[in-house]
């Protein structure tokens, strides 16, 4: 069948990365007439994406209340899964609406991260994110349901000391190496008359078993979670 080329129906083709423009098509005669419609040549639109590469800073300290403790270069760092652990716990105080970041939060702040040694021993013993969470709201009470807590909720004092006792106790063993979770948890451990060494002990944590987490100190690596 011969072919016309239809100089007076241009056709425009439109796309997001080009300008209008008109081409030329050539269209079986009988297309006017409703039967099959053939465009030719067809053409082909590449859109090439790129992606821009975004870098941040993440602090490798802990809020202390003992800034002149040691010179810069020779304090310990904490590790990835304490810093971790330590936003977690930010979150579950803002969760519960609480205006302070506690022991209790930082409790909670372990077992959210959850892959630490200290995280798995906690659950290796009966103590759950969602028993803790539980005995927090029984020793604590409630929030107000129209407070808002702060975006970054302050330590209280007794939070903030278990977070040094475990900077000077990292100090004190002379060990390289980061300050793990471990030493978290027992910070929260020695703080006696805390919310956090109260409901550890309600749920069955004892000296014993902080000595037995002590194996852990500097280890802060599970490979699976249980």
Avoid at 120 to 128: E, Q
């Amino acid at each position: 069948m011969a072919t016309h080329s239809l100089s007076s129906l241009p056709f425009a083709l439109f796309t997001s990365h080009s300008l209008p423009s008109k081409r030329r098509l050539s269209l079986p005669l009988t297309s006017l007439y409703g039967n099959r419609l053939l465009l030719k040549p067809a053409t082909r639109f590449v859109v090439k994406h790129h992606s821009s590469v975004t870098t941040a800073t993440v602090s490798l300290s802990l809020p202390t209340a003992k800034p002149d403790r040691a010179p810069s270069e020779k304090s310990p760092k904490w590790s990835s899964r304490s810093i971790k652990s330590f936003a977690m716990a930010e979150l579950e105080a803002r969760k519960l609406k609480y205006p302070n970041t506690g022991t209790e939060a930082l409790l909670m702040g372990i077992l959210v991260e959850g892959t630490s040694q200290a995280a798995k021993f906690l659950r290796a013993n009966g103590i759950t994110l969602f028993k803790v969470r539980e005995e927090t709201v029984n020793l604590l009470g409630k929030s107000d349901m129209y407070f808002f807590s702060p975006e970054h909720p302050p330590l209280t004092e007794q939070a903030q000391r278990a977070l040094d006792w475990a900077v000077d106790e990292k100090l004190k063993s002379g060990e390289s190496g980061e300050i793990t979770t471990t030493y978290l948890l027992l910070g929260i451990w020695s703080e006696k008359e805390s919310a956090g060494h109260k409901i550890l002990a309600t749920l069955g944590f004892n000296d014993e078993k902080a000595k037995e987490v002590e194996k852990f100190l500097n280890e802060d690596i599970v490979l699976n979670y249980k």
